[in-house]
Structures are given as C-alpha cells and as structure tokens.
C-alpha cells in the first residue's frame, strides 16, 4: 500500500500566510504536516513528485474520511463476502447490540437535568467511521470503529483516548475493535496516540513505506528512535494490513 495507489489524490501543497512565508522562507507546506517541522513529509511529497497546489483554506479531513470509508468498505466487503458489513460515518454506537443501553440512558439524561447536568453527552459517542455486521433479526453487532485523523494536532487528538476508554467500559458484549488512521509525519506526534495503555488497537498510517524511508534519510535521531520503537512494539501499522485485520476476527 502507498500515497501513489490510495491517497494519491488529497496530497498537495498548501499556501502559508505571508507573515509564514517571510518567516521560512518557503511559500508553501505539505498539506499533511505543520510548516515549521515538515522534512519528513518535504522529503514524502518531494520523492512522490506532488505538485498540486490547494486552494487557500482547502482542508482535508472530511475528503479523507470519505475516501477511507469508501475503501475499507470495499476491502472488507472483498475479503469476507460472507458477513453482511455496514459502514456508515457518524452513526451513533448505540445502534449498535452492545451498546443499545446507552440509547436508554440518553434519554434519560435528555429528560432529567440533575442527569444532564452530571453526564452531559458522554455517552452520545459518534465514530467518524463505524463498521456493523448485520445480524438477523436482531441490531447489528459494532465490529469496529475508526477514528480518523488526516492530521494530529494537539486540539485533534485529545478525544481519541476517552473514545476508546468509553467503548470499552460501556460494553454489553464483544468490544469492537478501535483503531486510528492517519497520514501524520510526525512520529512524536502519532505516539501520543499510539503509545496508549490499551484504548487503542493500533494506529495505521496511509503512507507507511513512505514514512519509514523518509524518517530513515531525514529524520532526526530522536525521529528514528520514536518510528522504530512504535514500529517494533506493533503500535503503528501499515495501513494495507488493517482490513485483513478487521476481516480476520
């Protein structure tokens, strides 16, 4: 799997502020990565020939989900033909068999406000992408959720471990797989995702043969130890091995 066959198109350079563009010297960024620490996706979009320039203001989160549901939804429906699977983005996780109670508890909270003023909307959880398999006459049954971060600023990721905390404590059942895709080049960043206590399956990168060989020809030392140690313990993860993963269990 790599940027060139899967994400081939979301990739391009975005415009800085002028006030940037006198500061670095630079008048454009690699639309995956901050403009005053981007060598490794320099290095990424430079030895991938990505010439696109973005349109100012042009964000790439919402495009990137769609195009991941798009295709995991596919590769799983390839793989394992014989389970009925559903992919829907902000679907609810209690319209799923495991977490039906909380659908209950909601409206409790809705209907009294000491509750509501207590809990809040905790448990109204909305996955950027939910993957069901249906089950006959019965709710389908929430096999995995994928949180998806075509970035990981420091305001993007601060939901991603109560998410995965919540999913397990709340279940009645199975708990569904949790994981995060992300096309982050910043291996310090991806670990405060990555390195958790167990919220987390696993992360998966879109660009995986493209980060480990941009880390190994431009990244710092600190950079190489950080990509080998969450290579290594299995907490990244190419992105091509996640619907065999997901279709496997």
């Known amino acids: 799997m790599t940027a060139l066959n899967f994400v081939d198109e979301l990739l391009g350079w975005r415009t800085l502020e002028q006030r940037t563009v006198q500061r670095l010297g630079r008048p454009y960024a690699p639309n995956c990565a901050d403009a005053d620490n981007c060598d490794i996706a320099d290095y990424i979009y430079a030895s991938h020939r990505v010439g696109r320039i973005l349109r100012p203001g042009q964000t790439m989160g919402a495009s990137f989900e769609a195009l991941l549901l798009d295709h995991l939804f596919g590769e799983i429906s390839r793989l394992d033909p014989n389970r009925k699977w559903l992919a829907r983005p902000g679907r609810v996780i209690s319209d799923f ?46 096999h995995a959720v994928v949180s998806v971060k075509w970035s990981m ?43 958790t206590t167990g919220e987390v399956d696993a992360v998966y990168h879109v660009m995986f043969d493209e ?3 941009a880390v190994r020809q431009v990244g710092t030392r600190e950079q190489k130890e950080r990509w080998f140690e969450l290579v290594t313990q299995g907490r990244v993860r190419d992105y091509a091995a996640l619907p065999v993963t997901l279709t496997s269990t």
């Open 211 to 213: 980060m480990a060989e």
């Open 97 to 142: 068999a495991q977490y039906a109670h909380l659908g209950v508890l909601e409206e409790q909270i809705k209907a009294n406000v000491v509750l509501r003023t207590e809990f809040g909307r905790e448990y109204a959880i909305k996955p950027d992408i939910a993957i069901g398999v249906e089950v006959a006459a019965a709710q389908p049954l929430l």
């Open 153 to 195: 600023r420091s305001d993007r990721v601060q939901n991603v471990r109560p998410e995965g905390a919540l999913l397990l404590r709340h279940r009645r059942g199975r708990a569904p797989h949790f994981v995060v895709v992300t096309a982050e080049p910043l291996p310090s960043r991806i670990a405060a995702i990555a390195m």
